[in-house]
């Protein structure tokens, strides 16, 4: 195996790889990114979301995440995220689904937790270039909003409707 990176930025990086696959010589573009945390944030029935500007699809209504510091552990990201995105501290975080949004070309790992036991401790301490507001609604007007095609954020879909399929809310 030969990699070649043609790429690194702030949170992924490009690579090329040229592999032996089943005895034929094949080149692999892949996307390397250290991997993320996703947190269904739980105040009573409510769930937090956060209204983020995605460029370059504009606002997003989805769960509160983000990307694993170098070194972190993905449960250490997601307390800290949650409290970074919400201004919410949680008291248990419980990691319940790691899936992979984009097998074939990109190494991410989302790690997705439940939180409980919320108290808000502060404001949003929110990075130079995220630009978001908190949102709170009830988990069955968010699945319902999933299941019309209103929320179109991967980790929110694949958390949301995990979580509701293992309580056997479906």
Known sequence: MKKRKIYEGKILSLSVYNITLNGRKVKREVVEHRGA????????????????????????LEIPAGT???????KACAFREIQEETGYKARNMTHFLTYYPSVGYNTEAIHCFVATDLTKVGDL??????????VKMDFTKLVGMIKAGKIVDSKTICAVLTYAAKKKLL
């Open 37 to 60: 945390a996703a947190i269904l944030a739980f105040e009573g029935k409510k769930v937090i979301l956060v209204k983020q500007h995605r460029f370059p699809l504009g606002y997003v």
């Open 68 to 74: 694993l510091e170098k070194g972190e552990k993905p």
């Open 125 to 134: 301490k929110l990075d130079y270039d995220e630009v978001m507001s908190v």
